[in-house]
C-alpha cells in the first residue's frame, strides 16, 4: 500500500518550545500524569465521517478538499477501501489508538439493504485486516438514521412501521459491526428524534417508540456479546427544531423512566451543550454525579455563530475543566471522539494533522491542568468551605434526610434572622484559575 499522506511524518512529542509545525507541544503520551500515563487518560479516536468522509460541502458550496485518497471516483468500494488505508495511516502517524464510525461513512448505501449489509461485511473485514497488529480499534459505533429521506419524520420517533422497522435494521447491524470491530460503545444520536410542530406530533408515542428501540438494541446487543456501554448524545436541536434529547438531564430522565438507565451512559459533545446553553463542564457534571458520564465528542462552537460548527478544541479553558470532570469520575468507560472538523478553507492533508495536533494538544494541556487544580487544591477547598456549616449535628441531619420541618423551624426560631451565608468569592477562584492555567507551561 502506498503512502497517501506523502511528507507527513509521524507526529511526536518535543515540548512547549518547539516550533515544528508538525510535532507535538504538550500530548506526550508517555508521560505519567496523577498516576497514569497521558495516553490512558486520553482515549483520543478519530470520527470517521469528519475526517475521511467531509470535503467541505456546504449550503452554499461545493467541496473544498480532496478526499478520494488516490481512489478514481467517490461513492465506490475502492473509494470505500481508499477512506481505510487513509485512516489508519492518519492514525498511525498521530499515534490515535481509536476510530468511530455511522454505518453508512464506511460504504455508499445501496437502494437495497441487503446489499448495504454486504458492503459492510466486506468492508469492515477489510479493516480488521488492515488493522491488524497496529493496536487500533473501534472507540463506538452508531447508524446513521438521519441522512436518508426516509427518516424525515424520525427513525425511533417516526409515523411509519416499515422505516421503524429500517431503523431497527440499521442498529442491528451497526452494533454486530461495533462488537466485530471491538468497539467499547454504542451512540444514539437522536438527529431526527424530535419535531417541527405539535400539530402533527404525537410526542408520548413517539419517546415510547424510541425507549422500545432502544431496550432491542439493548437486549440484542447483550446477546450477542457486546458487554460495551451504550450511550445517548443529547443535543437540543439542529435539524430538528425540539430534539427529545435535549440535554444531559432531560437524557437521564428520560433513561430512568424508560428503565434503560442500568446499560446506558451520556456522550457529551461540547458544541451540543453550548447549543443548549450550557457550558461543556456543565453537561460533563450532570453526567458525572448521575454516574452516567461514558463518553465525550471532542469539539468547540463558535461564539459568534448559533449553530453546530464542530471546530477542533482550542479553548484550554475549557479543556481544563472538562478533564477535571473526567479525572474526577476517574477517566471514561469509552474516551475521547473528535467529532471535529477542518474550517473548509482548511482544505489540505496538513491541515487534518493540524487540525488533531491541535485538538490533542489542548486535551492534554487541559489535562495537566486539570491536575495542577487539583494539586493546588486551593479551588477545591473553597468549595468545601463552602458548605462547611452541613458539618454540624444538625447540618448532618439535613444530608442523612433524617431532620424535620418543626425542628429546623426550632433552629430558625432561635436564631430569629438568617445568618450571612458568605462570599461566593467568585472573582477570586478565577482569579486562581487563571494563575493555574497561566502558569507554568
Ligand atoms: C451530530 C453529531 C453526530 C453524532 C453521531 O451533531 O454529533 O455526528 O456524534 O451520530
Ligand atoms: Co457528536
Known sequence: MSEIFVGIPEIKYEGSSSKNPFAFKYYDPEKVILGKKMSEHLPFAMAWWHNLCANGTDMFGRGTADKRFG?????????????????????????????????????????????????????????????????????????????????????????????????????????????????????????????????????????????????????????????????????????????????????????????????????????????????????????????????????????????????????????????????????LPVGINFDSKNRRPSNTYEDMFHAFILGMDSFALGLIKAAEIIEDGRIEKNIEDKYSSFNSELGKKVREGKATLEELAGRASELKAPSDPGSGKQEYLEGVLNNIIIANN
Not at 422497522?165 to 467499547?184: D, P, R, S
Not at 451512540?187 to 431526527?192: C, E, K, L, N, P
Open 71 to 331: 481512489a478514481s471516483s467517490e461513492g465506490t468500494m475502492e473509494h470505500a477501501k481508499a477512506k481505510v488505508d487513509a485512516g489508519i495511516e492518519f492514525m498511525k502517524k498521530l499515534g490515535i489508538k481509536y476510530y468511530c464510525f455511522h454505518d453508512v461513512d464506511l460504504v455508499p448505501e445501496a437502494d437495497d439493504i441487503n446489499e448495504t449489509n454486504r458492503r459492510l461485511d466486506e468492508i469492515t473485514d477489510y479493516i480488521l485486516e488492515k488493522t491488524k497488529g497496529t493496536g487500533i480499534k473501534c472507540l463506538w459505533g452508531t447508524a446513521n438514521m438521519f441522512s436518508n429521506p426516509r427518516f424525515m419524520n424520525g427513525a425511533g420517533s417516526t409515523n411509519s412501521l416499515d422505516v421503524y422497522c429500517f431503523a431497527a435494521a440499521q442498529v442491528k447491524k451497526a452494533i454486530e459491526l461495533t462488537v466485530k470491530l471491538g468497539g467499547k460503545g454504542y451512540v444514539f444520536w437522536g438527529g431526527r428524534e424530535g419535531y417541527e410542530t405539535l400539530l402533527n406530533t404525537k410526542v408520548k408515542f413517539e419517546q415510547e417508540n424510541i425507549a422500545n428501540l432502544m431496550r432491542m438494541a439493548c437486549d440484542y446487543g447483550r446477546s450477542i456479546g457486546f458487554n460495551g456501554t451504550f450511550l445517548i448524545e443529547p443535543k437540543p436541536k439542529e435539524p430538528m427544531k425540539h430534539q427529545y434529547d435535549y440535554d444531559a438531564a432531560t437524557a437521564i430522565g428520560f433513561l430512568k423512566e424508560y428503565g434503560l438507565d442500568k446499560d446506558f451512559k451520556m456522550n457529551i459533545e461540547a458544541n451540543h451543550a453550548t447549543l443548549a446553553g450550557h457550558t461543556f463542564q456543565h453537561e460533563l457534571r450532570i453526567s458525572r454525579i448521575n454516574g452516567m458520564l461514558g463518553s465525550i465528542d471532542a469539539n468547540q462552537g463558535d461564539v459568534m455563530l448559533g449553530w453546530d460548527t464542530d471546530c477542533f478544541p482550542s479553548n484550554v479553558y475549557d479543556t481544563t475543566l472538562a478533564m477535571y470532570e473526567i479525572v474526577k469520575n476517574g477517566g
